[in-house]
C-alpha cells in the first residue's frame, strides 16, 4: 500500500496541532486549573510540557517518520528480529480507540449547546433552567447517542475524502477558524468587570496549594492534551518529508498548544469571576457555568455561539486526527482501501462509544468509582491515567535503549534537516531521568486516584501507619 503524503509543511503543523489541541485545552485545561489552584498547576503544567511532553513528542514523531508507518507496523520495521517491542502497537490501537469512546460523546455535548445556543434556546432563561440543561441534555439516550453519532459520522465523513483533501485541507480551515474565534473571545473577556481577579487567579502562581495530586494532575494533562503516549503524533510524521528536523516541528506544535490551552483560561476565568462563577465547578464548568453566563450576557446569544463554535472545532480537530491514526493502523493491519476502512472503523467507534453515552441515563447505575462517577471516568482513567503514562514510557526505552531502536537512530532521525538539533547531551536525561519521572508520578497518580468516596491507596497506606 503506497504511502500517503501531507502537501505541505503547513498541513503538517496545524494537522499535528489539531491533533494535541482539542477539548483537553479548552474542557478540561480551565476546569483542571480551577480546582488544582491556578496559577501554581499552570506553571507545573507548562513545565510537564517542555520536560516530559516535548521529548515524548520527538519520540513519536521519529519513530513514525524513520518507519513510514502507524504505532500498529513501526516497531516490525525498526526493531530487530525477534524482540517483542512491537507489542505495544495493539496496545497503543485499544487506546485510541478507547479515548474516542468518550472523545466522541465530549464533542457531542459541545455540538448540542453550539446547535442549541445558535438556535436561541439557551438564552431569555432563569439561573435554575440554564443550570438544567446539561443534566437534561444527558439524561435523554436520544440527544445524547444521536449527538454522539453525528460526530463519529462527520469525522470518518471527512476522512473518506483522503489524506491531504479531506483530512489536511479540513483541518487547515478548522484550525485558522479556531484560532481567530479564540482571539475575539479572549479580547471580549478583557472587557468584563472580573478580567483583573480571573487574571490574578489564573496566572500568580499560589504555591502553598500545591501537592502530590496537584503535580500529577499537571502532568496528566500534559500528557492527555497533547495525545501522547498511545501513537496520535506518530501517524503524522509517518506522512511527511525529512526537509525539517523534528525538534523545530514540535517546538512549532506546542506552542501553538499552549496557546490555545492558555488563551481558553483568558476565555473563561474573567466570565467566571464577573459573573460569580465558581472555578472550580470541575468537569461540569464549560456547560453549566458558562451557560449561565452567557445567559446573562449582553448579545449572549451569539456570544455563546461562536464560543461553542470555537469549542466544536478544537474538538473535532482531535476526533479527525485520532480516527486517521485508527483507520492507518486498521488499513496497515488488514490492507483496507480507506473508504472500506472509513466504514468498517466508523461504524466500530460508533458502537463502542455507545455506553460512555448511555453512562448518564439508562445505564447511569454502574458506578465504577465514586458515588458521582460514570462510565466515562472509567475510560478517561484507563486513558489518562494509566494507557498514556504507559504507553510512553514504552515509546521512549525503546528509542534510548541499546535493545531497541537505539538513542543514536533517534537523534539521527530526529536531526534530519533544516532546523533546530538535539545534541547527545540529551542522552542521560532521555534514557534515566525521563522514564523515572514518568514511573513515579504514574505511581502517585495511581496512588491518589479517588477509588471510592474518599478513599485512596494513599490514604489507604497513611492510616496502616
Known amino acids: ?77 525498526l526493531e530487530k528480529p525477534g524482540q517483542k517491542w512491537h507489542l505495544h502497537g495493539s496496545f497503543a490501537l485499544v487506546a485510541n480507540i478507547l479515548l474516542m469512546m468518550f ?8 455540538l448540542y449547546y453550539f446547535v442549541n445556543f445558535l438556535a ?33 459520522v462527520l469525522g470518518f465523513f471527512i476522512l473518506s475524502f483522503g489524506l491531504q483533501k479531506g483530512v489536511e485541507r479540513v483541518t487547515k480551515y478548522m484550525m485558522i477558524v479556531l484560532l481567530l474565534l479564540m482571539i475575539v473571545l479572549a479580547v471580549y473577556g478583557f472587557t468584563l468587570s472580573g478580567a483583573k481577579e480571573a487574571i490574578t487567579f489564573y496566572l500568580k502562581p499560589d504555591f502553598s496549594k500545591i501537592n502530590g495530586s496537584v503535580v500529577v494532575a499537571a502532568m496528566n494533562q500534559a ?29 512549532n506544535i506546542l506552542v501553538l498548544d499552549t496557546f490555545v490551552a492558555i488563551v481558553a483560561g483568558l476565555i473563561v476565568f474573567p466570565s467566571c469571576f464577573t459573573f460569580d462563577i465558581e472555578p472550580s465547578a470541575g468537569p461540569k464548568l464549560l456547560f453549566v457555568a458558562l451557560a449561565r453566563v452567557f445567559n446573562k450576557m449582553p448579545g449572549g446569544r451569539w456570544w455563546g455561539s461562536l464560543f461553542f463554535l470555537f469549542m466544536f472545532f478544537a474538538a473535532m480537530s482531535t476526533v479527525i486526527a485520532v480516527f486517521e491514526n485508527i483507520l492507518a493502523c486498521v ?49 478517561d482513567f484507563l486513558v489518562t491515567n494509566c494507557l498514556l503514562p504507559i504507553g510512553a514510557l514504552w515509546a521512549l526505552l525503546f528509542c534510548v535503549s541499546k535493545k531497541g531502536w537505539g538513542f543514536e537512530n533517534f537523534m539521527n532521525e530526529v536531526n534530519t534537516g533544516k532546523g533546530l538539533k538535539i545534541g547527545k547531551w540529551l542522552r542521560p536525561y532521555m534514557t534515566y531521568v525521563l ?31
Open 1 to 77: 500500500m503506497e504511502r500517503e503524503r501531507l502537501g505541505s509543511r503547513l498541513g503538517f503543523i496545524l494537522l499535528s496541532a489539531g491533533c494535541a489541541i482539542g477539548v483537553g485545552n479548552v474542557w478540561k485545561f480551565p476546569w483542571m486549573v480551577g480546582q488544582n489552584g491556578g496559577g501554581a498547576f499552570v506553571c507545573f503544567y507548562l513545565l510537564f510540557l517542555v520536560i516530559i511532553g516535548l521529548p515524548i513528542m520527538l519520540v513519536e514523531f521519529s519513530l513514525g517518520r524513520a518507519s513510514r508507518k502507524s504505532i500498529a507496523g513501526l516497531y516490525q520495521v
Open 103 to 110: 472523545y466522541t460523546s465530549v464533542s457531542g455535548w459541545i
Open 120 to 152: 436561541g434556546n439557551m438564552t431569555g432563561l432563569t439561573d435554575a433552567q440554564s443550570t438544567e440543561l446539561f443534566p437534561n441534555m444527558q439524561s435523554n439516550p436520544y440527544i445524547m447517542v444521536g449527538f454522539m453519532a453525528i460526530v463519529v
Open 223 to 251: 500528557f492527555f492534551t497533547l495525545s501522547l503516549g498511545v501513537g496520535s503524533m506518530t501517524i503524522f510524521g509517518s506522512y511527511i518529508g525529512k526537509e525539517r528536523s523534528l525538534l523545530g516541528e514540535s517546538v
Open 331 to 379: 488499513r496497515e493491519i488488514k490492507g483496507w482501501g480507506r473508504i472500506k476502512g472509513c466504514i468498517i472503523c466508523g461504524i466500530a467507534i460508533l458502537i463502542l462509544s455507545i455506553p460512555c453515552a448511555l453512562g448518564y441515563n439508562l445505564w447511569a447505575d454502574f458506578k465504577p468509582f465514586t458515588s458521582t462517577s460514570s462510565v466515562l471516568d472509567l475510560e
Open 435 to 465: 522514564p523515572a519521572v514518568i514511573v513515579i508520578i504514574f505511581f502517585i497518580g495511581i496512588a491518589t486516584f479517588e477509588f471510592s468516596d474518599g478513599f485512596t491507596i494513599m490514604g489507604w497506606v497513611k492510616e496502616l501507619f
